[in-house]
């Protein structure tokens, strides 16, 4: 819902999160260098939720005591060198947390090919906590002559987020390529609307 012009969000309220099964996160003590635990799983449907028609992107969590880690691998033979969102190739990763005054909101943060790092305010998450969240959150992105990868360390304090239990996340790609909008799950609107899209399970 919208009050005074921002978002508010309160995961508690009947409708919201209704009942889907959650993706499990393995835990591990640090970043993963080369092979992470547990399976890849596909980001194959439209925003309209309906199967991808194209190649799908890829995707991988995990979590240490203190972040949560993300991979995102997007195949495509040629990528751009911006970081304007819905006109060069991006990922952004979409989660439930906590503004710094306690407050629920969504955080959209979006990575780029050339390596650049972006939080959007598109879902609610105030300005003046963009600068914190971005200094705290690491991404990497690198790219080959088939793919491009991004990886993101989220922490959960600086994003209030409870490292245990259940959280609202999602996932979307823009390949400018073939000019396709990719959802983990399509939410039949924006990938940040997570009372229509998926569950982590934190443990």
């Keep these: 819902m919208k009050l005074g012009g921002a978002l508010m969000l309160n995961w508690d309220e009947p409708g919201a999160n209704p009942a889907r099964a959650a993706l ?18 596909a980001l194959a449907q439209t925003p309209s ?13 995990a979590r ?18 911006g970081a304007a969102w819905r006109t060069d190739d991006g990922i952004e990763v979409c989660l439930a947390g906590k503004t710094p005054d306690g407050k629920a909101t969504v955080w959209v943060v979006r990575g780029y090919p050339n390596g650049t790092l972006e939080i ?7 300005v003046a906590a963009h600068a914190a969240a971005r200094a705290g959150i690491a991404f990497q992105a690198t790219s080959s002559e088939k793919d491009w990868t991004g990886v993101w360390q989220l922490p959960f304090a600086l994003l209030g987020i409870e490292p245990k239990g259940t959280l609202p996340f999602n996932l979307g790609v823009y390949r400018s390529e073939d000019r396709q909008w990719i959802n983990w799950v399509g939410t039949q609107g924006p990938t940040w609307k997570l ?3 998926g569950l982590l399970r934190l443990e």
Excluded at 24 to 40: I, S
Excluded at 49 to 61: I, K, M, R
Excluded at 120 to 126: I, L
């Design 24 to 41: 499990a996160v393995p835990k591990v003590e640090t970043v993963p260098d080369g092979t992470w635990p547990g399976e890849a799983f």
């Design 49 to 61: 939720a309906v199967p991808l028609a194209a190649a799908p992107a890829s995707a991988q969590v």
């Design 64 to 81: 240490t005591a203190d972040r949560l880690l993300v991979r995102v691998t997007v195949p495509a033979a040629k990528v751009t060198k």
């Design 120 to 126: 959007s305010d598109e879902a609610g998450a105030p």
């Design 195 to 197: 009372e229509s899209a």
